[in-house]
Each structure stands twice: as C-alpha cells, then as structure tokens.
C-alpha cells in the first residue's frame, strides 16, 4: 500500500485546512487509517484514527472537537478536516495505515506515507 498525502499549507490561526491521504494497492481498503504528526523538534505523535468501515474514530485529546477523521473506501481516500486550528497544529502531518484502530492509536503502522507541512500562523 502506498499513501500520498496531500492539502497542507498556511493558514491563520482560528483557519481550516482540509488534509487528504490517497491509498494505492488492492487491499488498501481494509487497513484502519490515520494522521500523525511531528513538530519542529518534537517526536511524532498520534493524532487521529479510523477503522476500516470508517464507523469508529479515536482522536488525541489535544485535536477532540477540532479535528474530524472520514474515509471514503470508493475513493480510496481518508480526510482530516482541521477546524478552529491553532499555532500549536504547526507540523508535518503523514498519513499511516495499519491493522486496526487499536494499532494505529499505540503506533503499531504498517504503511507511513509521505508527509504534508502544516503552518499556523498566529
């Protein structure tokens, strides 16, 4: 599987951004998927997740009620609509797939995609 993200760039803070992750392979469509990422001297972290039905979602306590994780197995495609974004949401974000929603939220990834800078301006 082979992830390809997409949809970063500048915004002002209070902004929105919409990410989109496009999944190639055969069996693309029955990974769980999610979003990490990884400030400026920061580890990469855990943002949120969704399974492969795309009825079950997990989120970082630090995104809840912000950010919203969708999948669209037709289009092979998974979305991260970032609302209300902040200075702090400044960071690469990349696109992961794995085995399931458990997996994805203990950073046990089968597939990383490239990343999509994010920059909250203040």
């Known amino acids: 599987v082979q992830l390809q993200a997409s949809g970063g760039g500048l915004v002002q803070a209070g902004g929105s951004l919409r990410l989109s992750c496009a999944a190639s392979?055969?069996?693309?469509?029955?990974?769980?998927m999610g979003w990490f990422r990884q400030a400026p001297g920061k580890e990469r972290e855990f943002v949120a997740a969704i399974n492969w039905s795309g009825d079950s979602t997990y989120y970082a306590d630090s995104v809840k009620g912000r950010f919203t994780i969708s999948r669209d197995n037709a289009k092979n495609t998974v979305y991260l609509q970032m609302n209300s974004l902040k200075p702090e949401d400044t960071a690469v974000y990349y696109c992961?797939?794995?085995?399931?929603?458990?997996?994805?939220?203990?950073?046990?990834?089968?597939?990383w995609g490239k990343g999509t800078l994010v920059t909250v301006s203040s």
């Open positions: 392979g055969r069996t693309s469509s029955s990974y769980a």
């Open positions: 992961a797939a794995g085995n399931n929603l458990r997996g994805m939220i203990t950073g046990d990834i089968t597939y």
